[in-house]
Antibody, heavy 117, light 105 residues
C-alpha cells in the first residue's frame, strides 16, 4: 500500500529551525517526483517545494534560501529543513507525490508547524 | 506568475443538485489542471487530472472539462459526503499554483 507519513512538526520561535520528515512506503522516493504543500490556518493550499527524481529541487519564492528539500534513498524518506522560520510559515505541511501528468496523486496526513514567540 | 481564480468562493446546494465550480487561469494553459477535494481536518484527496480524467476510485458523478483559460468541475448529483472545499491546481512545471478554493455546503 502506498503511504506517506510526515513527522517533525511543532512549536518554534521566529528565526528558529525545524526539520520535517516524510516516511514513504509502497514505492521508492528516488523513482518519483515529490513535493511539499502547506496550508496556513483557515487558508488554501500553497505549493512549497519539489524534488525531482534526478535530485533537482524547486522552491516557492517565499522560502528560497531558507528551506532545503532532500531525500535519503536508503531510508526511503524525504526531509524539509526549514531555517529562519517566520510567523507566516505557520501551517500544516503535507508531503505528496507528484505523478507528472497524473498530477499529485498521493498525500500524507500532514504535520503542523507553528512559528510563534 | 500564473493565477487561478475559482468561482464561486462558496456555495450551498441540496442533495441531488448538479453543481459546477469554475477555475479561470490568468493565461492560457495546456490541460495540466487538477482538482482536489478537502474535508475539514483531512488531507486533500485527488479527484481529477489532465482537466478531465478521474483518479481511480473517484465516483463517476464527478467530471471535469475545459481548455485554454476556463476549466470546470461538475458534480452531477450531489451527495451528502460531497460537502468539502474544492481546489483546482495547475501542475505543469514549478511553481505549481492552486486556486483559492470553493467551499461547498
Amino acid at each position: 500500500e502506498v503511504q506517506l507519513e510526515e513527522f517533525g512538526g511543532g512549536l518554534v520561535q521566529p528565526g528558529g529551525s525545524l526539520r520535517l520528515s516524510c516516511a514513504v512506503s509502497g514505492f521508492t522516493v528516488s523513482s518519483s517526483h515529490m513535493t511539499w504543500v502547506r496550508q496556513a490556518p483557515g487558508k488554501g493550499l500553497e505549493w512549497v517545494a519539489a524534488i525531482y527524481t534526478g535530485g533537482s529541487t524547486y522552491y516557492v519564492d517565499s522560502v528560497k534560501g531558507r528551506f532545503t528539500f532532500s531525500r535519503d534513498n536508503s531510508k526511503n524518506t524525504l526531509y524539509l529543513q526549514m531555517n529562519s522560520l517566520r510567523v507566516e510559515d505557520t501551517a500544516v505541511y503535507y508531503c505528496a507525490r507528484d505523478a507528472g501528468s497524473y498530477a499529485t496523486d498521493v498525500w500524507g496526513k500532514g504535520t503542523t508547524v507553528t512559528v510563534s514567540s | 506568475d500564473l493565477l487561478l481564480t475559482q468561482s464561486p468562493s462558496s456555495l450551498s446546494a441540496s442533495v441531488g443538485d448538479r453543481v459546477t465550480i469554475t477555475c479561470r487561469a490568468s493565461q492560457a494553459v495546456r490541460n495540466y489542471i487538477a482538482w482536489y477535494q478537502q474535508k475539514p481536518g483531512q488531507a486533500p484527496k485527488s479527484l481529477i487530472y489532465g482537466s478531465w480524467a478521474l483518479h481511480s476510485g473517484v465516483p463517476s458523478r464527478f467530471s471535469g472539462s475545459g481548455s485554454g483559460t476556463d476549466f470546470t468541475l461538475t458534480i452531477s448529483s450531489l451527495q451528502p459526503e460531497d460537502s468539502a472545499t474544492y481546489y483546482c491546481q495547475h501542475y505543469n512545471g514549478y511553481p505549481q499554483t492552486f486556486g483559492q478554493g470553493t467551499k461547498l455546503e
